[in-house]
């Protein structure tokens, strides 16, 4: 239900969008757009994914290996399920099957993919505020952007450095949320500080790995301003250094179908200054199919993983229960 009613309400945005900007006029968008521009820079999701499934192996611990090949598997099957499954379940579905493999145990599954959702989100604001920071425009907006995303990078900054302050928030999350929310709060806080244990036992594979993420959430970006070239749109590589991240973010909101109508509203708005808001439009599109390529790449995977799993109602159930316990740190070491 919950799925449907995020689609319905990207479709209503998507329909307002296309309404305020006249739909017609995108089509000749990309009737004018550079193919091999496009060719090239929707080509990214390859080597983005490749990147992504060798982190993967970087961040298990010394005592386990994950083969390659095994780890693209996952992130094509994560793909696929949070185009499906609500609030990126798909990433935390992985757990279930790095668990269900023999990989890890379930609680550190659990953790390590936490951790790294934790390195994606930070290292997009740090370009974020790397971008902000050097964009020539320095109006109120401005300010009140840079202001949300400082706050935003030094809270997660402090929510992965510092136990005493992840214990602090988690602690007054279970205090004060609502009836289901409360066990949600608990089980992600004892996964929280078990990454804790473990990521921060090792700080120069700890550097490697954020190194490794700043790099791939570069590319991301750069993707992006592909994007635009593709489009013969001209927008400054550090404008779009700054505005490409506040729209992924807007896409992060829990209110739409995979981000679809927030991050396209979003990149009309935020790249107004440099290209018409029906080439914004179509620059949606394309962010968009960065999401739905991967998946489609991951769709052979997803029958036999399913049925191997028990059914998709199985899967989601073990998901649950592997997050039931969770060992302390000094159990895995």
């Known amino acids: 239900m ?66 390659f090949l095994e780890a693209n598997r996952l992130i094509l099957l994560a793909s696929v399920l949070n185009l499906v499954l609500p609030s990126k379940m798909g990433d935390m579905a992985k757990s279930v099957f790095m668990a269900d493999r023999g990989h890890l145990r379930g ?21 974020c505020v790397f971008g902000l920071l050097l964009y ?67 700080k120069a594979q700890l550097a490697r790995i954020a190194a ?11 993707q992006i301003w592909m994007f635009t070239i593709a489009l013969n749109q001209h927008v400054p590589f550090l404008a779009n250094l700054a505005l490409s991240p506040l729209a992924i973010l807007a896409g992060l909101l829990p209110l739409t179908f995979a981000g679809v109508g927030t991050r396209d509203a979003a990149l009309v708005f935020f790249y107004a200054p440099y290209m018409a808001p029906a080439a914004g439009a179509a620059l949606g599109v ?20 399913i049925a191997e799993m028990g059914g998709l109602e199985k899967l989601m159930t073990r998901k649950a229960a592997s997050q039931a316990v969770a060992p302390s740190p000094r159990e895995l070491l």
């Open 2 to 67: 919950k799925r449907l009613i995020s689609l319905v309400v990207s479709l209503g945005i998507l329909a307002v969008l296309y309404w305020r900007i006249d739909f017609a006029k995108v089509i000749p968008v990309f009737a004018q757009a550079s193919l091999p521009w496009l060719v090239a820079s929707l080509g990214m999701v390859i080597p983005l994914t490749l990147l992504t499934s060798g982190r993967l192996c970087q961040l298990m611990p010394r005592t386990h290996r994950l083969p």
């Open 107 to 127: 609680s550190l599954a659990l953790a390590l993919v936490v951790f790294e959702k934790a390195c994606d989100m930070l290292s997009l604001l740090v370009w």
């Open 136 to 202: 020539p425009s320095k109006d109120a907006l401005f300010w009140a952007m840079t202001a949300a995303v400082v706050g935003g990078f030094l809270g997660l900054a402090l929510l992965l450095g510092s136990t005493h302050f992840a214990r602090l928030c988690f602690g007054l999350g279970e205090r004060f949320a609502p009836g289901k929310m409360k066990s949600k709060i608990a089980t992600l806080h004892a996964s929280w500080i078990e990454m804790h244990g473990y990521f921060w036992q090792d």
């Open 212 to 222: 490794n993420s700043l790099f791939i959430w570069f590319l991301h970006l750069v």
């Open 286 to 305: 394309l962010c968009t199919l960065r999401y739905v390529l991967p998946a489609l790449l991951g769709l052979p995977f997803l029958g036999p993983a």
